[in-house]
């Protein structure tokens, strides 16, 4: 299986610190990738410098086996889907207007975008009703959906989820982690995960990676982790967070 994206050698610093440090990364198509970690590790910085918001210091990120360019940069952004955790939408637009912002920028018809919003509608479980209310008029579980939405509106290559339910009660959050693995199901999604929730990871993740200080502590599966840890540092996250995890 190819990867869809791959991080080869990539090094960001900011300032003094080092965020993220030669980390090589592929990660593969049609599949769930979650980068959990503690605070500060790197897991965000990485997709930022993925999207093109950070530029890496040293390294090289391909997209589709190309290196991502200044000359590049644009045309990749349209094939990626972001969500960060508190939604980013546009508190003065309707969930219909910023769900349709993006695409009327590129002029698709009227017709498209209205039929591309009920499609993701359903996919998502949105009223329909929702769709006429501002932000702050949706729950916190709505305003997820919404954001979760507009990432999709465009039918992207690769989804960026930087911690997206981290600030949703308990309940809502397990709804959402339970449609979101079976949105990238049916859609054959590639999708990178942001999270420091080990319970979550596992949920969600098909390949987990744990990070420490910029760097990659162990990548596998839940299991891999679970039963065959490669350091110290991973027997300790996970045992830090058994408590949290699913039965």
Known sequence: MSALVELRGVSKLFGNERAVSGLSLPVERDRVTVLIGPSGCGKSTVLRII???EKADRGE???NAQPITAASLRTVRQRIGYVIQDGGLFPHL???ENLSLQSALLAK????ISQRIDELCELTRLP???LARYPL???GGQRQRVSLMRALMLSPELLLLDEPFAALDPLVRSTLQSELKSIARQLHQTAI???HDLAEAARIGDTIVLMKEGRIEQAGTFRDLSEMPATKFVTEFINAQRSTLLT
């Open 51 to 53: 999207v093109g918001l």
């Open 137 to 139: 008029e949706l729950s």
């Open 61 to 63: 990120i391909l997209y």
């Open 94 to 96: 309707t969930a219909r």
């Open 109 to 112: 018809p009227r017709s498209q």
């Open 193 to 195: 995960f942001v999270t």
């Open 128 to 130: 329909k009703n929702a």
